[in-house]
């Protein structure tokens, strides 16, 4: 059973305050990892992508992987309310067939308080 | 460069019509998906096509039928809609195995 676990939420935040989500999966030899930001009525944007240990910067937004445990995790610097959304891990996994698909969490709702 | 697009947006069936709905992606890229999001269930693969003229099952592919008919396009099909159909569909698309996905602005059913 491939599965992706992120705690739903709802998580809250002070404006300008740092945001961290996290993520667990349990492929072990899973090589390539995404957090996407859903808002409430639309479609799954992608806002980093991660493929190595350790963390990668992109503006606000840092990603940190960590494959020995299985554990990746978005932090989002100086948080704005526009950051509101839900925030989806995706994980490359191996599927049924053999095939690498993407697996998703189920999503943490993320509120930052003006 | 319009990415994925998804017709319809928004449907509403009565328990056991049929329809398709449709998916275009003009990135030139191999792999499409579809994906059913439900309240708490999180984002659901029903059915993909790893490249022109393959499709194969997700983790939820029963009541469903797809086709592959270009590169460009990939449908899904429900021949008898029921209720638990109800859902947010979003088509996807990659340009390889391992890399991230693309979506469609998703199409909002309600199956009465």
């Known amino acids: 059973q491939k599965e992706v676990e992120q705690n739903s939420g709802p998580l809250s935040v002070p404006e300008g305050a740092i945001a961290s989500l996290n993520c667990t999966y349990s492929?072990?030899?899973?090589?390539?990892f995404f957090w996407y930001r859903q808002y409430s009525g639309k479609s799954p944007e992608l806002i980093m992508s991660?493929?190595?240990?350790g963390d990668k910067e992109d503006g606000r937004f840092t990603a940190q992987l960590n494959k020995a445990s299985q554990y990746v995790s978005l932090l989002i610097r100086d948080s704005q309310p526009s950051d509101s959304a839900t925030y989806l891990c995706?994980?490359?996994?191996?599927?049924?067939?053999?095939?690498?698909?993407?697996?998703f969490g189920t999503g943490t709702r993320l509120t930052v308080i003006p | 460069n319009a990415g994925v697009t998804q017709t319809p947006k928004f449907q509403v069936l009565k328990t056991g019509q049929s329809m398709t709905l449709q998916c275009a992606q003009d990135?030139?890229?191999?792999?499409m998906y579809w994906y059913r999001q439900d309240p708490g269930m999180g984002l659901r693969l029903i059915y993909y096509s790893a490249s022109e003229g393959t499709t194969d099952k997700g983790e939820v592919p029963n009541g469903y039928n797809v086709s592959r008919l270009n590169k460009r396009e990939f449908s899904l099909r429900l021949e008898s809609a029921a209720p638990s159909q109800t859902s947010v569909y979003f088509c996807?698309?990659?340009?390889?195995?391992?890399?991230?996905?693309?979506f469609g602005q998703g199409t909002r059913l309600t199956v009465v």
């Open positions: 991660i493929y190595s240990n």
């Open positions: 492929d072990r030899g899973s090589q390539s």
């Open positions: 995706a994980v490359n996994m191996e599927g049924l067939t053999g095939a690498n698909n993407l697996f």
């Open positions: 990135m030139n890229h191999n792999s």
């Open positions: 996807a698309s990659r340009p390889g195995h391992n890399t991230e996905a693309f």
